[in-house]
């Protein structure tokens, strides 16, 4: 039709916009952007036009791109909500976080009952720990959206991060919110064509077909995250030595831009379906027709879950893995992988599954191709004075993480401590941390704040700055306790009982036999990290063996 109105005006421009939202909605994506620039040409002023354009580059990873599409729909239309959202996303992702919150406020001021808009500068605030405002936003937007998945997962992810919260209270509101899923949506399904007609235990070994040896078992493994994301230095090991001999692997992948970990995964797996825009019950039921003996979740309440999919039970069997440092709250996810040090028999953290522990660590990690050279020297050596450091993202740098870090730098009069993260781009957030830091006697001069790195590689070589990494607590560093100790640099750790998102590090440290290293009290974690700043002699030797 669109087609057809342009050949009795081939300058109209909400005919090429039509007809850019059809390929859009089909994932025509370069059809659409054509059509968009169309638009565009006719009419200089089309917002809507240089809005979705916007969107396509930034899907497509043309970030420049994005934001000039952006920037004109503000031109021409200052109080554009869609703009104002989008612009401000990027922003927060560059670290750019003052201009990235000015841009959703101003979202919010054009559309107040914008939910996705109140989503948004929660995460915003989150980045750079401002954690009571970001609950107090994600408030607003579930109660603007009540159902609201994404919303409600970014309010228990935020709730993990809080040291003033019992482990009790964290629990409760995961499984007061999977009770709730629950409720709302009942199992898709009842029989599985893997199952076992003679098994009465749907979740049960005996349910699985492959059980007998009649076949390999059938596993999927599902994210939003296989590209080059945390997740993916994990699920690496797992994809590439599988035993096709017993295992058949299906990735359920939700990746929007694919990149060469997307490629390389594909690569290693007999079979790859990707289920990015389709609906849960399409998912569900692809699933289920896949004959999935289990099903495993690699997501938990992070980013693009497909929890309310879970909840169909595509699968007999269920478990959710290394995405997410706590329950998923759901009686309907069968199970939880971990291991003894992240999760004490004796003091394990709450859960809605059964814990299903592996024999050493529950994680395996593979470091990134190529990485740079470990410096051999201590820090200290190099640069005259003892650098203690921490890469993770400011969300983690809890009140509790400040506090006993202060009390180190005292202990070490002449250490400085080295914080590199997104948010330290923005000379606001280094003022608030710097701020934070004098309020327990720390002078900002002993404080090195820095954004990210562009590139994984320079991001690596960062850690050559730093003698002796610091873990934060109550949600421990996972990707970066693996990247410190890949470069050379040890790291102590604060753990605690019942609190598996606090114990991942005590569990990657027995793994390189660096227990000592665990503490159990803030004054453990004082007297440890000082002492290991102060010995140059193992410094040198953890540096030179740790990749080794």
Same mark, same amino acid.
């Given at each position: 039709f669109?087609?057809?109105?342009l050949?009795?005006?081939?300058?109209?421009?909400?005919?090429?916009?039509?007809?850019?939202?059809m390929?859009?909605?089909?994932?025509?994506?370069?059809r659409a952007k054509?059509?968009?620039?169309l638009?565009v040409h006719?009419?200089p002023?089309?917002?809507?036009?240089?809005?979705n354009?916007?969107?396509?580059?930034?899907?497509?990873?043309?970030?420049?791109a994005?934001?000039?599409c952006?920037?004109?729909?503000?031109?021409?239309? !200052?109080?554009?909500?869609?703009?104002?959202?989008?612009?401000?996303?990027i922003?927060g992702?560059m670290?750019?976080?003052?201009?990235?919150?000015?841009?959703?406020?101003?979202?919010?001021?054009a559309?107040?009952?914008?939910?996705e808009a109140?989503?948004?500068?929660?995460l &915003?605030?989150r980045?750079?720990?401002?954690?009571d405002?970001?609950?107090?936003?994600l408030?607003?937007?579930?109660?603007?959206a009540?159902?609201?998945?994404?919303?409600?997962?970014n309010? &228990?992810?935020?709730?993990?991060y809080?040291?003033?919260?019992s482990?009790?209270?964290v629990?409760?509101?995961h499984?007061?919110w999977?009770?709730a899923l629950?409720?709302?949506?009942p199992?898709?399904?009842?029989?599985? !064509?893997?199952?076992?007609?003679?098994?009465?235990?749907?979740?049960a070994?005996?349910?699985?077909?492959?059980a007998?040896?009649?076949?390999?078992?059938?596993?999927?493994y599902?994210?939003?995250?296989?590209?080059?994301h945390?997740?993916?230095?994990?699920?690496?090991a797992?994809l590439?030595?599988h035993d096709?001999?017993?295992?058949?692997?299906t990735?359920?992948?939700?990746?929007?831009n694919?990149?060469?970990k997307?490629?390389?995964?594909?690569?290693?797996? !007999?079979?790859?379906r990707?289920t990015?825009?389709l609906?849960?019950?399409?998912?569900?039921?692809?699933?289920?027709?896949?004959g999935?003996?289990?099903?495993v979740d690699?997501?938990g309440?992070t980013?693009?879950?497909?929890l309310a999919m879970l909840?169909?039970?595509?699968?007999?069997?269920?478990?959710?893995?290394?995405g997410y440092?706590?329950?998923?709250?759901?009686?309907?996810?069968?199970y939880?992988?971990?291991?003894?040090?992240?999760?004490?028999?004796?003091?394990?953290?709450?859960?809605t599954?059964k814990l299903?522990?592996?024999?050493?660590?529950?994680?395996?990690y593979?470091?990134p191709e190529?990485?740079?050279?470990v410096?051999l020297?201590?820090?200290?050596?190099t640069?005259?004075?003892?650098?203690?450091?921490?890469?993770?993202?400011?969300?983690?740098v809890s009140?509790?993480s400040?506090?006993?870090?202060s009390?180190? &730098?005292?202990?070490?009069?002449?250490?400085?401590l080295?914080?590199?993260?997104?948010a330290?781009?923005?000379?606001?957030?280094q003022?608030?941390f710097?701020?934070?830091?004098?309020?327990?006697?720390i002078e900002?001069?002993?404080?090195d704040?820095s954004?990210?790195?562009?590139?994984?590689?320079?991001?690596?070589q960062?850690?050559? &700055?730093?003698?002796?990494a610091?873990?934060?607590?109550?949600?421990?560093?996972?990707?970066?306790?693996c990247?410190a100790?890949?470069m050379?640099?040890p790291?102590v750790?604060?753990r605690c009982?019942?609190?598996?998102?606090?114990n991942v590090?005590a569990?990657l440290?027995?793994a390189?036999?660096?227990?000592?290293?665990?503490s159990?009290s803030?004054?453990e974690?004082?007297c440890?990290?000082?002492?290991l700043?102060?010995?140059?002699?193992?410094l040198?030797?953890l540096?030179?063996?740790?990749?080794a």
């Amino acid at each position: 039709f669109f087609k057809q109105a342009l050949t009795f005006n081939t300058n109209n421009a909400d005919i090429y916009f039509n007809l850019a939202v059809m390929y859009a909605e089909r994932q025509k994506f370069d059809r659409a952007k054509v059509n968009y620039e169309l638009a565009v040409h006719f009419e200089p002023g089309h917002i809507n036009a240089h809005n979705n354009l916007g969107v396509i580059h930034r899907r497509q990873g043309n970030v420049e791109a994005a934001v000039h599409c952006f920037e004109q729909a503000l031109k021409f239309s !200052p109080a554009m909500n869609l703009a104002n959202k989008n612009l401000g996303a990027i922003y927060g992702a560059m670290g750019r976080m003052s201009e990235a919150i000015s841009l959703t406020r101003a979202a919010i001021e054009a559309s107040p009952c914008d939910a996705e808009a109140y989503n948004n500068l929660a995460l &915003l605030l989150r980045d750079q720990c401002d954690m009571d405002a970001c609950l107090a936003h994600l408030a607003s937007c579930i109660k603007l959206a009540p159902e609201n998945p994404h919303a409600a997962s970014n309010r &228990l992810m935020s709730l993990n991060y809080q040291s003033g919260l019992s482990p009790q209270e964290v629990f409760e509101a995961h499984r007061s919110w999977g009770a709730a899923l629950e409720a709302r949506i009942p199992p898709s399904f009842t029989s599985w !064509p893997s199952a076992s007609s003679s098994s009465s235990s749907p979740g049960a070994a005996g349910a699985v077909g492959a059980a007998a040896g009649r076949r390999p078992l059938r596993v999927g493994y599902m994210s939003p995250d296989f590209y080059m994301h945390s997740v993916s230095y994990f699920i690496h090991a797992a994809l590439r030595y599988h035993d096709p001999t017993f295992v058949h692997v299906t990735c359920y992948s939700d990746v929007a831009n694919e990149d060469d970990k997307t490629r390389l995964f594909k690569s290693m797996v !007999p079979r790859w379906r990707s289920t990015l825009g389709l609906p849960d019950d399409e998912v569900a039921s692809m699933i289920h027709s896949d004959g999935i003996d289990v099903l495993v979740d690699l997501t938990g309440h992070t980013g693009n879950n497909r929890l309310a999919m879970l909840v169909r039970r595509p699968a007999p069997v269920i478990v959710t893995w290394m995405g997410y440092p706590h329950t998923t709250g759901l009686t309907r996810v069968d199970y939880r992988i971990s291991d003894e040090h992240a999760d004490p028999p004796s003091a394990p953290g709450l859960t809605t599954e059964k814990l299903v522990y592996l024999p050493e660590c529950f994680l395996c990690y593979t470091p990134p191709e190529p990485a740079p050279v470990v410096s051999l020297r201590p820090a200290q050596e190099t640069y005259g004075s003892i650098t203690f450091g921490c890469f993770n993202n400011l969300a983690k740098v809890s009140t509790l993480s400040i506090r006993v870090w202060s009390r180190l &730098l005292h202990e070490v009069p002449s250490s400085r401590l080295f914080l590199k993260s997104k948010a330290l781009l923005c000379l606001k957030v280094q003022d608030k941390f710097r701020r934070a830091f004098a309020s327990h006697g720390i002078e900002a001069a002993r404080l090195d704040l820095s954004g990210l790195q562009p590139q994984t590689g320079s991001h690596l070589q960062m850690y050559n &700055l730093v003698d002796v990494a610091l873990d934060t607590a109550p949600y421990a560093g996972t990707t970066t306790t693996c990247e410190a100790l890949y470069m050379g640099v040890p790291v102590v750790t604060l753990r605690c009982p019942g609190i598996h998102a606090q114990n991942v590090g005590a569990s990657l440290l027995a793994a390189v036999q660096l227990e000592d290293l665990v503490s159990s009290s803030e004054e453990e974690f004082v007297c440890k990290a000082a002492m290991l700043a102060r010995h140059t002699t193992r410094l040198a030797a953890l540096r030179a063996g740790l990749r080794a």
